[in-house]
């Protein structure tokens, strides 16, 4: 039987100070060493002296230049996480990295794109569906002379970025609260309310102050779920990034804290909507993905977990 996801956070050194030390080291790498990919663009637009380039005061983003400065420079600071996720996974705890993903001995590059497939087509759907209902919102933006440049960055930092949120979050924090129990819906929550509080800076929270948190917690509860039912991050990771891509390439938000060239734009976020196809889509992610594996564990007297 493979060993569990949650019990590879006793190998290495387990000791609460330790986690409280790689969290801060993980923060260190992220906002402060990760921010000089942003200070620099800024230096440069504060001494431009250009009155048609400034800073967003809300966001922070920079305003009046190319937007995909903003997209790299943001992006890059998230390759700082993971980075700071490897050192305190590798040298304050000292246990293997892969760990944090997964405890097979190697990565399962099978089921991540399962989950990118699955999650890629349901939010295609999702968006099919709210441009029937509200085709006023979505606008065609496409120009192929801005959009190929800025795909291939996308294609390129996208998946780094949710990969470094996914190793934070599903890996290294979901395994550390395994330290207070097993009770896979009390770690999904606390897991989905860690994964909330960074996001409540996001702009978006302008369309509801009460749904969009919902969703970013919902998003964090759902996923860590997944990820202690299918003993791996891999379909986390998957998942993830298609969201992301997804948002990036085909249908941005004019209020995303991520502006790229897309091909549509929408216009206004219906809270409403994106909490409740999010539900409606991590029910069929999850059926999906887990009947099939829930019914030939039933058929053969095993458990879930023995199936998994």
């Known amino acids: 039987m493979q060993d569990s996801f949650l019990d590879q956070v006793e190998l290495g ?21 990760g921010s000089l990919f942003v200070v620099v663009p800024l230096l440069w637009v504060m001494l431009d ?16 230049i190319n937007p995909m400065i903003n997209y790299v420079a943001l992006n890059l600071s998230f390759g700082m996480m993971i980075v700071g996720v490897f050192v305190a996974v590798r040298f304050v705890h000292g246990r293997p990295f892969r760990s944090i993903i997964t405890p097979a001995k ?7 794109w399962q989950g990118f ?54 890996g290294y924090l979901l395994q550390a609260t395994g330290h207070w129990g097993r009770n896979f819906v009390v770690l999904s929550l606390v ?11 996001n702009p ?14 919902s998003f964090g509860a759902v996923f860590s779920y997944i990820t202690l039912r299918d003993n791996s991050a891999a379909l986390a990771i998957g998942a993830h990034a298609a969201n992301n891509l997804y948002s990036a390439l ?21 809270a409403v909507y994106a909490v409740a196809s999010f539900w409606a889509m991590a029910v069929i992610f999850y059926l999906v993905l887990f009947w099939r594996r ?8 095993s458990t879930v977990d023995d199936a998994i």
């Open 106 to 112: 190697t990565f399962e590059w099978r089921r991540m």
């Open 250 to 270: 085909f249908a941005n938000y004019t209020g995303s804290a991520l502006q790229t060239e897309s091909i549509f734009l929408v216009t206004e976020l219906d």
């Open 49 to 64: 002296g250009d009155p048609a380039t400034a800073v967003d005061r809300q966001t922070g983003m920079m305003i009046g």
């Open 117 to 170: 497939g699955v999650w890629l087509l349901l939010v295609t759907v999702a968006s099919l569906v709210e441009y029937l209902l509200h085709p006023e919102i979505y606008t065609v933006v496409f120009e192929a002379r801005r959009f190929l440049p800025f795909a291939l960055v996308v294609l390129l930092l996208t998946p780094m970025q949710t990969t470094a949120e996914e190793l934070l979050f599903r």
């Open 294 to 301: 829930e019914k030939t564990a039933v058929a053969t007297g």
């Open 204 to 217: 978006e929270l302008a369309a509801s102050a009460i749904l969009l948190p919902l969703f970013y917690l």
């Open 13 to 33: 050194h387990t000791e609460w100070y330790r986690y409280f030390f790689g969290v801060v080291l993980i923060l260190f790498f992220w906002l402060v060493l």
């Open 191 to 201: 897991n989905g309310i860690l994964f909330m509080l960074p996001h409540l800076g």
